[in-house]
T-cell receptor, first 118, second 113 residues
Framework: GAVVSQHPSRVICKSGTSVKIECRSLDFQATTMFWYRQFPKQSLMLMATSNEGSKATYEQGVEKDKFLINHASLTLSTLTVTSAHPEDSSFYIC??????????????FGAGSRLTVL | GNSVTQMEGPVTLSEEAFLTINCTYTATGYPSLFWYVQYPGEGLQLLLKATKADDKGSNKGFEATYRKETTSFHLEKGSVQVSDSAVYFCALSAGVNTDKLIFGTGTRLQVFP
């Protein structure tokens, strides 16, 4: 079945620096990827839809300049948290529509990236 | 707007106990409903789904029935195993882009031998 790989799984950075998180679809192509954010004991919140070859679509309330999304190829989307601050500390998860074991369209999730901003 | 509410955890059970994790939703139109499971260190995986009222999704001994009258999609399993310990997320999709999911807060299940 489809696999989505996220890197890094954990990152710690200083306040004011930028951090890039990669989301790769392995063995399948993804023209669309989704980025979620999860706070402790809260839902996964959809941040944006990443579109290969065009601009990302951001959900209401998500700062485009803060969370830069680039979908450079059919297998890679990146989320860059710019000028990170402690309130950006969170668990970031990506997903992509891919084919499951039985050929059905399945939304496949990465294992997530935990960002801690000091 | 659309939303999903699920019971808070953790849910702690002994092996072979009966499991119920409640999930209710608010949505316009006719959403599809999902249960995802996240094992430690892994990504969310689709456990089961139902796309219309009265549908029952089932997988690995887990079941959930789409109840439009009560706007619910409760997850059940007759006999849990230690290996079922994970976080379970209820979710819905509505609108044109069915890949856009709205999730509940997740419920951690801990099963002890």
């Amino acid at each position: 079945g489809a696999v989505v790989s996220q890197h890094p799984s954990r990152v710690i950075c200083k306040s004011g620096t930028s951090v890039k998180i990669e989301c790769r679809s392995l063995d399948f192509q993804a023209t669309t990827m989704f980025w979620y954010r999860q706070f402790p004991k809260q839902s996964l919140m959809l941040m944006a839809t990443s579109n290969e070859g065009s601009k990302a679509t951001y959900e209401q309330g998500v700062e485009k300049d803060k969370f830069l999304i680039n979908h450079a190829s059919l297998t890679l989307s990146t989320l860059t948290v710019t000028s990170a601050h402690p309130e950006d500390s969170s668990f970031y998860i990506c997903s992509a529509p891919g084919q499951g074991a039985r050929g059905a369209n399945v939304l496949t999730f990465g294992a997530g990236s935990r960002l801690t901003v000091l | 707007g659309n939303s999903v509410t699920q019971m808070e955890g953790p849910v702690t059970l002994s092996e072979e106990a009966f499991l119920t994790i409640n999930c209710t939703y608010t949505a316009t139109g006719y959403p599809s409903l999902f249960w995802y499971v996240q094992y430690p260190g892994e990504g969310l995986q689709l456990l089961l789904k139902a796309t219309k009222a009265d549908d029952k999704g089932s997988n690995k001994g887990f079941e959930a029935t789409y109840r439009k009258e009560t706007t619910s999609f409760h997850l059940e399993k007759g006999s849990v195993q230690v290996s079922d310990s994970a976080v379970y997320f209820c979710a819905l999709s509505a609108g044109v882009n069915t890949d856009k999911l709205i999730f509940g807060t997740g419920t951690r299940l801990q099963v002890f031998p």
